[in-house]
């Protein structure tokens, strides 16, 4: 957001481009779009990034500290990713087996963990809108390990209008007492993006999926997103 505000504010033309609504991912594509991006600066990272044009991941500087502390202890995980995924009390036993730079790495990661788990405690509840029968979800979730993270699960068959009506989208708002506008839809196709707009909820769009009849760049969403990692910085109606 403070990116997109410098880039309003220094170059006029970007003003009405809507940039503070967008991921960096979504920013960048739109900028390029709008031929306001010179991606040279680009081509030498690490001349980019001494610059101050380009700033490493931070899920890469988490790997390579897993990786000190991988070389030296048979952690029960092949990457960061996995580690991370662990109960805590899984990894607490670890933190301290190794030396002073592999221990400093893990406890590192136990930040970021932490971090991790204070986004996922926010309090917003997650519903599933699907067109597919009410009944082959829950089985679905359950196989995936995720039965316990959606407080609603409305199918096709659970109301008597199915998407792209918006009726559904308007019956998990009231189900959860919120106004419509204060939710937030995230979809993949046509059928989705109707539906929201008839509810007059705010939509997030991902690129991949269905989008087959969408024009992802011209239609209103907040953000159009390629990994549904990228939500947790969009706020609905922003």
Known sequence: VETAKLLQAGVPRLGEAGLAQLSPRGLKRRLVRL???????????????????????????????????????????????????????????????????????????????????????????????????????????????????????????????????????RHIAEHFALPVDACLMVGDSLTDYRAAEEAGMPIALVRYGYPRGLDLASAHAVAVIDDLRELPGLAAGR
């Open 35 to 169: 031929d306001a991006l010179d991606e040279r600066v680009l081509a030498d990272r690490s001349a980019a990034q001494a610059q101050g044009y380009y700033f490493a991941s931070a899920r890469d500087h988490y790997q390579q500290l897993f990786a000190v502390a991988a070389a030296q202890l048979a952690l029960p995980a092949r990457d960061v990713h996995g580690w991370l995924k662990l109960p805590a009390r899984q990894r607490a036993p670890w933190l301290l087996q190794g030396d002073l730079r592999a221990s400093a790495g893990l406890l590192l990661l136990e930040q970021a963990a932490q971090r991790r788990a204070e986004l996922r405690a926010r309090d917003v509840p997650l519903a599933i809108c699907t067109n597919k029968p009410e009944a082959l979800v829950p089985p679905l979730l359950q196989h995936l390990g995720i039965g316990d993270a959606f407080a609603l699960v409305l199918g096709g068959d659970s109301l008597p209008q199915r998407k792209p009506s918006g009726e559904p989208l």
